[in-house]
C-alpha cells in the first residue's frame, strides 16, 4: 500500500505539489478551505493575474504543464514607464529576445494545476474543508467541512501545510513552541482596478509591457490578460505620507486624485469608481519563520513557509522551485520524511529569506527609482556589459528572474554590482561616458571580495 500524503491548502504550491507525489505513486489527499473554483464563481484569490518566469516554468516543465500554461499567457519584454508629463518610456528586461517574463491569470493557472492533479486516480480533493488545526505528535490534521458544519479528522504518513501567509499548520507549529517566526506588515495596501478591453477586444496600452506609473511613495503598475483588458494595482501607503489610501474617501476623491496624478491612465478607466469602491483593500507581509518540519509529521511550503511581497514578481516562482526542489529530495531519501523535510528546510531557507529581502528592496526600485536618471543610466549600463561580457555579467533582476542561481547568490552578487554600477551612474550623465572595461573590473574585485 502507498503512503498516503495529506496537503492542506489547494492553492498554487499546493496543487503542483499534488502533481509531483502523485507521479511519484503516492496517494494524495488534498484539502481546500474554499469551494471548487472550477464550479463556482469566487476569486482566485491575491491577485488576478501573475508573472510566471524561468524558475516557475522550470518547475511546470518537469511535470509536462510549461506548454500548456504558457499558451494562455501574454509576454512582457520590459517596463514601460509612464511619468505624469505622459511621455512613456520603455526599459527592456533583457537584450536577449528570449528573455521576458509572462502574464498568466491566476484562476486559469490554478485550475489547469488542479485538473492534471486529479488525471491521478490516487489524488483526491476535498473543497469547502477548513483546516482548523494539527496534532504535530501523531499527525492527524483537523477539518470543518463549511458546508454542512460537520467536523473531521485526516491521517496519512505526513502533512504538508501549503495553506499560505496566514497558515492554520504554522499556526499549530507556533503555539508549540522551539518555532521561530516573524511576520512585517508594509505600511502599504493595494487595491485591483480594470482597463477594461477597446471595443473591439483590443489592448488600449502596449500589450507586451508591465507598465508602471512611478511617483516616489506609491505606484501602480497594470498587467495584460488574454482578453485585451489589463490588471492595475495600486500600491499605496495607508496613512503617514503625503499621499494615502485614507485620503481617497469619496467618488470625487479619487477621480480627482487619478487624473491629477495618472492622466493617462485614467482615461481608459471607465469603471475606476466601482472598482475602487467594490475592490477590496489588500495587505502586504513578509513571513519568516523556521524550522519548517516537526519530526517528519509536518511540513510547511510555499507562502506558509515564506510569504513575500510582490515587487519582484517571485512569490509564485519561489513555491513552484520548492515543489522542484522537494522532488529532488525524494530522489535521495525516497519517503524518510523526516530527512527530506530536514533537507529541504536547510537547502530552501537561505534563499526564501534572499527573496523576501530582494522583493523589498525591489519595491522601492520600482515606486522610485525607475523614473531616476541615475538609475536608468544603471539599466542602460547593465545592458552593455551583458553584451560584452556575456556569461560573466548577469544583472540582478536576470539572476532572479531568468536565471535558476541560488537567490541568496543572485542577493550577494547583485548587490554588489548595483553598488558598483550605481556610484559610477552617479558621476556621469550619458551612457557615451561609461567605462565598461573599468566597470567590469571593479565589478570582479568587489566580487573577489565576497569569496564569488
Ligand atoms: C498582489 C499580489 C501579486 C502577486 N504577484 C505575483 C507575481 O506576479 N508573480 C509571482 O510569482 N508571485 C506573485 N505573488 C505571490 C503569489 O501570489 C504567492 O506566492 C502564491 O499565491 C503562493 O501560493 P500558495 O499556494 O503557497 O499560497 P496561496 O496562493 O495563498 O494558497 C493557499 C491555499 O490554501 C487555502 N487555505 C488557506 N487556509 C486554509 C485552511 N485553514 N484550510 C484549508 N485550506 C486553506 C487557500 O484557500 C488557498 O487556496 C503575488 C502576491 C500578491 C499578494
Known amino acids: 500500500m502507498s503512503q498516503k500524503i495529506i496537503i492542506v491548502g489547494a492553492g498554487l504550491t499546493g496543487s503542483l505539489l499534488a502533481i509531483y507525489l502523485a507521479r511519484r505513486g503516492f496517494q494524495v489527499d488534498i484539502y481546500e478551505r474554499r469551494p471548487d473554483m472550477r464550479k463556482v464563481a469566487i476569486s ?59 502574464s498568466i491569470s491566476r484562476r486559469t493557472l490554478n485550475v489547469n494545476l488542479m485538473d492534471e492533479a486529479e488525471k491521478f486516480p490516487s489524488v483526491k480533493f476535498f473543497f469547502n474543508h477548513r483546516c482548523t488545526g494539527m496534532n504535530l505528535e501523531n499527525g492527524a490534521a483537523y477539518f470543518i467541512d463549511e458546508s454542512t458544519g ?39 495596501g493595494y487595491k485591483e482596478l480594470t482597463i477594461p478591453a477597446s471595443s473591439n477586444g483590443g489592448f488600449r496600452i502596449e500589450k507586451n509591457a508591465l507598465h508602471i506609473w512611478p511617483r516616489g511613495s506609491y505606484m501602480m503598475i497594470a498587467l495584460p490578460n488574454a482578453e485585451g483588458d489589463f490588471t492595475c494595482t495600486l500600491f499605496m ?55 519548517w518540519h516537526v519530526k517528519g509529521k509536518v511540513l510547511l511550503m510555499g507562502d506558509a513557509a515564506h510569504a513575500i511581497v510582490p515587487f519582484f514578481g ?12 522537494f522532488d529532488q529530495l525524494m530522489d535521495d531519501f525516497g519517503d524518510d520524511w523526516a530527512q527530506i523535510f530536514e533537507a529541504f528546510g536547510n537547502l ?32 542602460q549600463a547593465e545592458a552593455i556589459l551583458e553584451e560584452q561580457y556575456a556569461g560573466a555579467f548577469i544583472s540582478k533582476y ?23 554600477l550605481m556610484e559610477i551612474c552617479g558621476k556621469i550623465s550619458t551612457i557615451e561616458d561609461f567605462n565598461p572595461a573599468a566597470a567590469m573590473e571593479k565589478i570582479r574585485m568587489e566580487w573577489e571580495k565576497l569569496g564569488q
Open 237 to 291: 501607503p495607508h496613512h503617514q505620507s503625503e499621499r494615502n489610501l485614507s485620503q481617497l474617501k469619496t467618488e470625487q476623491d479619487v477621480v480627482r486624485f487619478f487624473q491629477e496624478v495618472m492622466p493617462d491612465a485614467c482615461q481608459h478607466m471607465p469603471t475606476l469608481v466601482e472598482d475602487f469602491f467594490n475592490n477590496p483593500t489588500g495587505n502586504l507581509l513578509t513571513v519568516k519563520c523556521f524550522p
Open 314 to 325: 517571485q512569490g509564485m516562482n519561489c513555491c513552484f522551485e520548492d515543489c522542484y526542489y
Open 398 to 420: 536576470a539572476m532572479v528572474t531568468f536565471h535558476r542561481l541560488p537567490y541568496a547568490t543572485a542577493l550577494k552578487r547583485g548587490r554588489t554590482q548595483d553598488k558598483v
Open 150 to 188: 460537520n467536523t473531521l479528522t485526516a491521517s496519512g504518513d505526513t502533512v504538508i501545510g501549503t495553506d499560505g501567509s496566514a497558515s492554520a499548520i504554522r499556526m499549530e507549529m507556533l503555539k508549540s513552541g522551539f518555532f521561530n517566526f516573524s511576520q512585517t506588515y508594509e505600511n502599504y
Open 348 to 379: 530552501r531557507k537561505e534563499n526564501t529569506d534572499a527573496i523576501a529581502d530582494l522583493a523589498v528592496e525591489n519595491f522601492v526600485e520600482m515606486r522610485d527609482l525607475v523614473a531616476q536618471k541615475d538609475f536608468i543610466l544603471k539599466k
Open 44 to 102: 482566485a484569490g491575491k491577485s488576478i493575474n501573475l508573472a510566471l518566469s524561468t524558475r516557475g516554468i522550470h518547475a511546470l516543465e518537469q511535470v509536462g504543464l510549461a506548454e500548456k500554461i504558457l499558451q494562455d499567457a501574454i509576454p512582457m519584454k520590459g517596463r514601460l514607464i509612464h511619468p505624469i508629463s505622459g511621455n512613456t518610456s520603455f526599459q527592456p528586461y533583457s537584450i536577449q529576445a528570449n528573455e521576458y517574463i509572462n
